[in-house]
């Protein structure tokens, strides 16, 4: 790799034998200097350094001759050039040449060290990856991602925001989170139409926007969530660092996966005909198969290494290819050193790549050791690189000028002349121990491009803080080093790495002067790669947004599970943060406004997107866009901020269709959204009443809304149509399906609505009971007209059974709503389920259960049915106190009477949309009073009552019948007012306690 020199024109002494008997210990026996006097031939002659003629006698390394000629000709499997297609060379790539005397100087005084000249540099500044992310940024983002990918991705989210919040507290939410980031990584590499290993710096441009931000995506949260430490096999307490996967092995396993520039190396090398050896890129290969962590390939490269036909042979100055005799023996012997070595490193023995820790530690000091060894074994106790040392730490130390160039020049020549081991493959397994301890310049100039010199560097660091990583072999080596008590890698790895990582992209891009190691500022993807590495996260996600809103979002929300969203505030921030607005005011500071990433704002633009999807289908659902958002503003951070945008998005919505109001308010109440939930049942139920006679999910809806109110209003209106119709209203083949539920199965309609709504079940079960017992009434006593008529199931009784049972429910009404009217005096206080208004029509119900002494029992109920004394008793208090009322109270009740009396006579009710209209515009008035008989239409065509027939069938408008059993209406004319149906009930309530009295007497 490292070609001499251009000899001088004047004469060099002769190389004199060195090694001593320290290097003979070191690898066994002595080696006499197979190097000629002289100086060595210019590098373009090509010339052999080695004499003519056979070489020392050697019971170490025996004796060889260099074969003559080309030795590889047809079996290469690399064409006439002989070079890989694929991969350059690493001296092409980074400007070393064989004649250049400089790149030799300054390599001499790299061994040589450079003391305290090479002072500590100062850190350098951030670059501004944020500007030219945000010039990335000005495409406002859209969604068009499949599907599929935004149903699962969220399915994912979402469920990782319920475990974390079932179990917040109980448990190390680092499981969750590192699970969630392992299926969504799986789920995006399967929606990337390309392969996720480019040559290049991660996808082109062109390529698709989701292949981007999933192959960028993959190693955000691998960095930050690496899983468990495979080699404890737990998933026991990743609080803890050191069981979790180490950082240099995420690096390394999202190296290999997803950035491979030239996959083929390893096999074209492999299989390299002759041997791998002959191959004149056989060193770049191997070198970086080491950087990217490879090294059990590396290992067998080096097992199948036969160096006599060795392609640097020629860069020695060797005639033809390969090593023989003595310098193949000592390069074999080299060789073997450095191939324990790689299998003594504790990546290769047991899979630990926690690089900073203590077997690494007693590793480097192995290689250290190794080092050493081959300097000593190659050189000896040369003088000139001793001198060489000398004069370089000493011209260093004290800030005094180097010795002239041609001075180091002449020495690095000598010692390339009299070293035991050739040149080439002494500085090449000098950079590969540089390489296992960690050295910048060996691992950047092995690296392809500045992705891969970024997590080299950062990958072989050894921890220890400061100015990062050694800059060459002789610093790793520099004595004095001051010993640290308690690094960041050992407690905060991943800050560390992080800060690591950031050093290293600013010192490459720094150092690089030819321009092949930066970042290309007109790549988004190389741009965002690097806000990746500058923990630049508001940079990554603004670039991010314009590929996938959906993708973006997701990692800003594992970011805030995670913990290192608020990390992205830079040291100025936190100092700002530490003063109050007044102490700034006093300072005369303006405090920035904080335009920092937050989360809730990432997630409520992209709900507001996914909200303009009209639907979304997937193998096994299908969802409205509006459904998904909701979810997605259910878990913001802010539940303010997201009550608000849930209120609007639902505002915006049109809810027509039950199946769609109940998704959405299942939606809100399972992300505790009482609120939203309430109002979207009222604005569902008033949309029924406006568009349909749906009076059960009504009910059920205004209940859900908590809204007493309306639900009392609408329970009000169901009773009145039944007390003005004297029948079970709406009839039974009208009621919707929830009506029907609630009348036929109370119980269980209650039980299944009390599970997620206990007041709803409360309110519910209370003002429907007066409805649902006057209603009940009517179907006992209509059971026999109208058989099929009950929307309850009926017991089947007889004919006095039956009357004596809707006896029962009719009287139970009546005190229901004489409660709040005790004695005369209206008490508010009192909460009935039937309203006061209604009290003269349920006591002209009872009137038929009265027998007077002319009637027949085709005109009553009094057939086979007998009062019992409390049942008589309670209607004589009914009627006194509905008697001595105020006036107020007694007219709302003779409006309800009027209604009943007018309906009888030929008049038809308003519709019920009518009177809620009427009752939401006059709140002052009485419910009942809303059909009353100025509201009534007259059902004949001449405006005179109709007649109503003994049987109890009225005719009504459109020519449908309503059968009753009995009508105590008929018997009233349209005029009648409360005081004459009072009157009535008083004098048959005296006439049947009168006939209990003489009864008792006649008993006794």
């Known amino acids: 790799m490292f070609r001499a020199p251009s000899g001088s024109s004047s004469p060099l002494p002769s190389t004199p034998p060195k090694g001593g008997q320290l290097a003979d210990s070191l690898f066994g026996g002595t080696n006499p200097s197979t190097t000629p006097a002289g100086p060595p031939p210019a590098s373009f002659t090509h010339l052999s350094t080695t004499p003519a003629g056979q070489p020392p006698p050697s019971s170490n390394f025996g004796s060889a001759t260099f074969g003559s000629g080309n030795i590889f000709q047809a079996n290469s499997s690399f064409g006439q050039n002989n070079v890989f297609n694929h991969s350059p060379s690493r001296h092409q790539d980074h400007g070393f040449r064989g004649g250049d005397f400089d790149d030799l100087m300054q390599d001499d005084e790299d061994i040589m060290g450079d003391g305290l000249a090479m002072q500590r540099k100062p850190p350098l500044e951030k670059p501004d990856y944020l500007a030219a992310a945000r010039s990335f940024a000005n495409v406002p983002p859209q969604l068009q991602e499949p599907d599929d990918l935004v149903l699962n991705t969220e399915d994912i989210l979402e469920n990782l925001f319920t475990v974390i919040k079932e179990d917040m507290g109980h448990r190390d939410i680092e499981h969750y989170v590192v699970a969630a980031v392992n299926s969504l990584s799986s789920l995006w590499d399967s929606k990337s139409p390309a392969s996720p290993v480019y040559s290049g710096i991660?996808?082109?441009?062109?390529?698709?926007?989701?292949?981007?931000?999933?192959?960028?995506?993959?190693l955000l949260m691998k960095l930050h969530h690496p899983g468990p430490n495979e080699s404890r096999n737990t998933f026991a307490s990743l609080r803890v660092s050191g069981h979790r996967k180490p950082i240099p092995e995420v690096l390394l396993q999202w190296l290999d996966t997803h950035h491979n520039p030239f996959p083929g190396d390893f096999e074209d090398l492999i299989n390299y005909a002759p041997n791998p050896t002959a191959h004149e890129r056989f060193w770049d290969v191997l070198f970086s198969l080491?950087?990217?962590g490879q090294l059990s390939k590396a290992r067998q490269i080096l097992a199948q290494a036969d160096f006599s036909y060795a392609y640097t042979a020629i860069d020695d100055g060797a005639e033809d290819v390969g090593y023989h005799g003595a310098q193949l023996g000592n390069v074999d012997r080299v060789i073997k050193r450095a191939a324990e070595m790689l299998d003594k490193c504790p990546a290769s023995e047991s899979g630990d790549w926690n690089v900073t820790g203590a077997p690494w530690s007693a590793f480097r000091n192995r290689v250290h050791h190794a080092v050493s060894d081959l300097e000593q074994f190659?050189?000896?106790?040369?003088?000139?690189?001793?001198?060489?040392?000398?004069?370089s730490m000493s011209?260093?130390?004290?800030?005094?000028?180097?010795?002239?160039?041609?001075?180091?020049?002449?020495?690095?020549?000598?010692?390339?002349?009299?070293?035991?081991?050739?040149?080439?493959?002494?500085?090449?397994?000098?950079?590969?121990?540089?390489?296992?301890?960690?050295?910048?310049?060996?691992?950047?100039?092995?690296?392809?491009?500045?992705?891969?010199?970024?997590?080299?560097?950062?990958v072989w660091w050894d921890g220890d803080e400061g100015d990062g990583?050694?800059?060459?072999?002789?610093?790793?080596?520099?004595?004095?080093?001051?010993?640290?008590?308690?690094?960041?890698?050992?407690?905060?790895?991943?800050?560390?790495?992080?800060?690591?990582?950031?050093?290293?992209?600013?010192?490459?891009?720094?150092?690089?002067?030819?321009?092949?190691?930066?970042?290309?500022?007109?790549?988004?993807?190389?741009?965002?790669?690097?806000?990746?590495?500058?923990?630049?996260?508001?940079g990554f996600i603004g670039i991010a947004r314009g590929w996938s809103p959906t993708i973006a979002s997701a990692i800003v929300e594992v970011a805030g599970y995670g913990g290192w969203l608020g990390l992205m505030q830079t040291a100025s921030d936190n100092i700002v943060d530490m003063f109050t607005d007044s102490d700034l005011h006093v300072l005369q500071y303006a405090k920035q406004s904080d335009k920092r990433l937050q989360k809730d704002d990432v997630l409520s633009h992209y709900a507001g997107l996914v909200s303009r999807r009209q639907e979304l289908r997937?193998?096994?659902?299908?969802?409205?866009?509006?459904?998904?958002?909701?979810?997605?503003?259910?878990?913001?951070?802010?539940?303010?901020?997201?009550?608000?945008?849930?209120?609007?998005?639902?505002?915006?919505?049109?809810?027509?269709e039950g199946p769609r109001v109940e998704q959405a308010i299942?939606?809100?109440?399972?992300?505790?959204?009482?609120k939203e939930s309430r109002k979207l049942s009222e604005r569902y139920a008033d949309h029924l009443l406006q568009e349909s006679r749906n009076f059960g999910d009504a009910v059920l809806h205004y209940a859900r809304a908590h809204n007493q109110r309306r639900l009392k209003e609408l329970v009000n209106m169901l009773v009145s149509y039944c007390l003005v119709t004297s029948s079970a209203w709406p009839p039974t083949s009208s009621l919707d399906p929830t009506m029907s539920t609630l009348l036929s199965s109370p119980q269980a309609a209650l039980s299944q609505l009390r599970r997620h709504d206990t007041e709803a079940s409360h309110l519910l079960s209370f003002h429907f009971a007066g409805y649902a017992t006057v209603r009940r009434f009517y179907d006992l006593r209509d059971q026999d007209v109208i058989p099929l008529a009950s929307a309850a199931p009926l017991p089947r009784l007889s004919s006095s059974a039956r009357k004596a049972a809707a006896a029962r429910t009719l009287i139970a009404s009546i005190s229901s709503a004489a409660d709040s009217i005790n004695g005369g005096l209206v008490d508010d206080s009192v909460s009935s389920v039937l309203e006061v208004d209604g009290l003269l029509v349920l006591l002209g119900e009872a009137l038929p259960f009265l027998t007077p002494d002319n009637s027949s029992p085709e005109h009553n109920a009094s057939?086979?049915?007998?009062?019992?004394?409390?049942?008589?008793?309670?209607?004589?208090?009914?009627?006194?106190?509905?008697?001595?009322?105020?006036?107020?109270?007694?007219?709302?009740?003779?409006?309800?009477?009027?209604?009943?009396?007018?309906?009888?006579?030929?008049?038809?009710?308003?519709?019920?949309?009518?009177?809620?209209?009427?009752?939401?515009?006059?709140?002052?008035?009485?419910?009942?009073?809303?059909?009353?008989?100025?509201?009534?239409?007259?059902?004949?065509?001449?405006?005179?009552?109709?007649?109503?027939?003994?049987?109890?069938?009225?005719?009504?408008?459109g020519g449908a019948e309503v059968k009753r059993a009995w009508d105590w209406r008929k018997g009233f004319a349209k005029s009648a007012r409360g005081e004459d149906v009072v009157r009535v009930l008083r004098l048959g309530l005296a006439r049947e306690l009168s006939r209990c009295w003489m009864g008792a007497e006649g008993g006794a």
């Open 618 to 656: 997937a193998a096994d659902q299908v969802r409205e866009g509006w459904q998904l958002a909701i979810q997605i503003l259910g878990r913001l951070d802010n539940r303010q901020l997201s009550n608000e945008h849930i209120g609007k998005l639902l505002d915006k919505l049109e809810f027509s």
């Open 378 to 391: 190659a050189e000896g106790n040369s003088a000139d690189r001793d001198a060489g040392a000398s004069q």
């Open 666 to 674: 299942s939606l809100c109440s399972k992300l505790g959204l009482g």
């Open 863 to 957: 057939s086979n049915v007998t009062l019992s004394q409390p049942q008589i008793l309670a209607l004589l208090r009914a009627a006194e106190d509905i008697s001595t009322v105020p006036s107020g109270v007694f007219a709302q009740c003779e409006a309800c009477l009027s209604s009943t009396l007018a309906h009888a006579h030929g008049t038809e009710v308003p519709s019920p949309r009518a009177a809620l209209k009427k009752s939401t515009s006059n709140l002052s008035g009485s419910t009942f009073s809303l059909i009353n008989s100025g509201d009534l239409e007259s059902k004949t065509s001449n405006g005179h009552a109709s007649s109503v027939g003994s049987s109890g069938v009225l005719v009504s408008k």
């Open 290 to 292: 080491v950087v990217r």
């Open 469 to 538: 990583m050694h800059e060459n072999l002789a610093a790793s080596r520099r004595p004095g080093r001051r010993p640290q008590i308690a690094r960041m890698v050992d407690s905060q790895p991943l800050k560390a790495y992080q800060q690591q990582l950031a050093s290293s992209l600013r010192q490459i891009t720094a150092d690089d002067e030819e321009g092949d190691l930066q970042v290309n500022p007109t790549s988004a993807v190389e741009v965002a790669l690097a806000c990746i590495f500058e923990e630049d996260l508001e």
């Open 395 to 458: 011209a260093n130390n004290f800030n005094m000028p180097s010795v002239r160039s041609d001075d180091f020049s002449l020495s690095t020549m000598s010692r390339r002349a009299e070293s035991k081991v050739p040149w080439t493959i002494y500085q090449n397994l000098q950079a590969l121990y540089g390489q296992l301890l960690g050295t910048r310049q060996e691992i950047v100039n092995s690296s392809q491009d500045w992705l891969e010199a970024v997590i080299g560097t950062a």
């Open 202 to 218: 991660g996808p082109g441009d062109k390529a698709d926007p989701i292949t981007k931000i999933s192959w960028l995506g993959s």
